[in-house]
Protein backbone atom coordinates (compact mmCIF):
# COMPACT_ATOMS: atom_id res chain seq x y z
CA UNK A 1 0.00 0.00 0.00
CA UNK A 2 1.26 3.14 -0.46
CA UNK A 3 1.76 5.60 2.01
CA UNK A 4 -0.81 6.84 3.28
CA UNK A 5 0.44 10.58 4.06
CA UNK A 6 1.92 11.00 0.45
CA UNK A 7 -1.00 9.93 -0.88
CA UNK A 8 -3.36 12.62 1.67
CA UNK A 9 -0.47 15.32 0.82
CA UNK A 10 -0.37 14.46 -3.47
CA UNK A 11 -4.33 14.46 -3.13
CA UNK A 12 -5.08 17.19 -1.24
CA UNK A 13 -2.20 19.39 -3.03
CA UNK A 14 -4.20 18.83 -6.30
CA UNK A 15 -7.93 19.03 -4.66
CA UNK A 16 -7.65 22.34 -3.41
CA UNK A 17 -5.46 23.92 -6.45
CA UNK A 18 -8.44 22.88 -8.76
CA UNK A 19 -11.18 23.65 -6.22
CA UNK A 20 -9.73 27.15 -5.88
CA UNK A 21 -10.10 28.14 -9.86
CA UNK A 22 -12.29 25.70 -11.49
CA UNK A 23 -14.13 23.46 -9.44
CA UNK A 24 -15.97 21.89 -12.05
CA UNK A 25 -12.81 20.01 -12.98
CA UNK A 26 -13.58 17.95 -9.74
CA UNK A 27 -15.68 15.84 -11.15
CA UNK A 28 -13.04 12.77 -11.87
CA UNK A 29 -12.25 12.65 -8.28
CA UNK A 30 -15.90 11.53 -7.60
CA UNK A 31 -18.22 8.77 -8.39
CA UNK A 32 -21.83 7.80 -8.59
CA UNK A 33 -21.72 6.38 -4.80
CA UNK A 34 -19.63 8.70 -3.58
CA UNK A 35 -20.99 10.97 -0.63
CA UNK A 36 -20.45 14.74 0.10
CA UNK A 37 -22.26 16.06 3.02
CA UNK A 38 -21.26 20.08 3.14
CA UNK A 39 -22.77 21.66 6.24
CA UNK A 40 -25.15 18.75 7.30
CA UNK A 41 -26.46 18.76 4.06
CA UNK A 42 -26.25 15.61 1.72
CA UNK A 43 -25.29 14.86 -1.60
CA UNK A 44 -24.74 11.53 -3.60
CA UNK A 45 -23.02 10.89 -7.05
CA UNK A 46 -20.86 13.28 -9.07
CA UNK A 47 -23.54 15.10 -10.94
CA UNK A 48 -24.96 16.09 -7.33
CA UNK A 49 -21.82 17.07 -5.63
CA UNK A 50 -20.41 19.09 -9.01
CA UNK A 51 -23.99 20.51 -8.59
CA UNK A 52 -23.36 21.66 -5.08
CA UNK A 53 -19.76 22.81 -5.26
CA UNK A 54 -20.26 24.49 -8.73
CA UNK A 55 -23.28 26.36 -6.84
CA UNK A 56 -21.11 28.18 -4.19
CA UNK A 57 -21.59 32.12 -4.33
CA UNK A 58 -18.32 32.62 -5.69
CA UNK A 59 -16.24 31.58 -8.31
CA UNK A 60 -12.81 31.17 -6.97
CA UNK A 61 -10.87 31.23 -3.26
CA UNK A 62 -7.24 30.25 -1.53
CA UNK A 63 -7.25 27.92 0.40
CA UNK A 64 -4.84 27.64 3.21
CA UNK A 65 -3.97 24.57 5.01
CA UNK A 66 -3.14 23.72 8.54
CA UNK A 67 -3.38 20.72 9.29
CA UNK A 68 -3.68 17.16 7.18
CA UNK A 69 -3.60 13.88 8.84
CA UNK A 70 -3.90 10.91 7.53
CA UNK A 71 -4.79 6.96 8.27
CA UNK A 72 -4.92 3.98 6.31
CA UNK A 73 -7.80 2.30 6.17
CA UNK A 74 -9.05 -1.47 6.40
CA UNK A 75 -10.53 -1.36 2.78
CA UNK A 76 -7.09 -0.19 1.79
CA UNK A 77 -7.76 3.22 1.10
CA UNK A 78 -6.78 6.46 3.19
CA UNK A 79 -8.65 8.72 5.68
CA UNK A 80 -7.52 12.30 5.35
CA UNK A 81 -8.65 14.78 7.97
CA UNK A 82 -7.91 18.65 7.16
CA UNK A 83 -7.82 21.46 8.71
CA UNK A 84 -7.35 25.04 7.64
CA UNK A 85 -8.54 28.69 6.25
CA UNK A 86 -10.45 29.81 2.73
CA UNK A 87 -10.96 32.84 1.43
CA UNK A 88 -13.58 33.38 -1.00
CA UNK A 89 -12.03 36.06 -3.92
CA UNK A 90 -13.92 39.56 -2.71
CA UNK A 91 -13.49 38.90 1.14
CA UNK A 92 -11.15 39.88 3.40
CA UNK A 93 -11.55 38.09 6.16
CA UNK A 94 -10.96 34.28 5.92
CA UNK A 95 -13.29 31.29 6.86
CA UNK A 96 -11.93 28.32 9.65
CA UNK A 97 -12.71 25.25 7.76
CA UNK A 98 -12.58 21.12 8.22
CA UNK A 99 -13.15 18.28 5.52
CA UNK A 100 -12.60 15.12 5.86
CA UNK A 101 -12.06 12.56 2.80
CA UNK A 102 -12.31 8.87 2.08
CA UNK A 103 -10.16 8.36 -0.61
CA UNK A 104 -10.56 4.58 -2.44
CA UNK A 105 -8.17 2.92 -4.20
CA UNK A 106 -9.76 2.08 -7.92
CA UNK A 107 -7.36 1.55 -10.85
CA UNK A 108 -3.72 2.67 -9.52
CA UNK A 109 -5.58 6.13 -8.53
CA UNK A 110 -7.51 7.00 -5.77
CA UNK A 111 -11.05 8.35 -5.80
CA UNK A 112 -13.37 10.13 -3.31
CA UNK A 113 -15.53 7.78 -1.67
CA UNK A 114 -16.88 10.28 1.74
CA UNK A 115 -16.22 13.92 2.15
CA UNK A 116 -17.31 15.78 4.67
CA UNK A 117 -17.12 19.65 4.68
CA UNK A 118 -17.59 22.15 7.71
CA UNK A 119 -17.03 25.71 8.22
CA UNK A 120 -15.61 26.21 11.95
CA UNK A 121 -17.17 29.26 14.00
CA UNK A 122 -16.88 30.42 17.27
Known sequence: M???EAVAKAFTDHYY?????ARNNL???????SMLTF????FQGTQA?????TSLP???CKHHISSLDAQPSLSGGVLVFV???????GETNPLKFSQ?????????????TNDLFRLNYG
Open 100 to 112: TFHLAPVGGSYVV
Open 39 to 42: EGQK
Open 83 to 89: TGQLLPE
Open 17 to 21: ATFDT
Open 27 to 33: AGLYQDQ
Open 2 to 4: ADP
Open 49 to 53: ILQKL
Open 58 to 60: FQQ
